[in-house]
């Protein structure tokens, strides 16, 4: 939430499309991955799901912070990063 909170903060009103790339470290990336969704809705700004792209990328269309009528593309990508190994 705080996330997309401070990328609504920094976008204008003639931004469009922004994006989240997730980055885990952890090792239940699938329990990341199917997390994401519940998350994203919850956000007061959220209007629609626009659907999965791939296994690990999700659209959906947010209310502008400032403009209810203005929409705003956003693109949430989670990837895997294998810790290193000991």
Not at 27 to 52: I, W, Y
């Amino acid at each position: 939430m705080e996330t997309i909170d401070q990328l609504l903060g920094y976008l204008s009103w003639r931004d469009s499309k922004a994006a989240i790339l997730v980055f885990n470290r952890n090792k239940d990336f699938s329990r990341v991955v199917s997390t994401l969704p519940e998350t994203v809705r919850a956000h007061p700004n959220f209007q629609k799901d626009e659907g999965k792209r791939g296994e690990t990328g999700f659209r959906y269309a947010f209310r502008h912070k400032d403009d209810a009528a203005k929409i705003l593309h956003l693109t949430v990508m989670a990837f895997d990063i294998p810790a290193p190994e000991a």
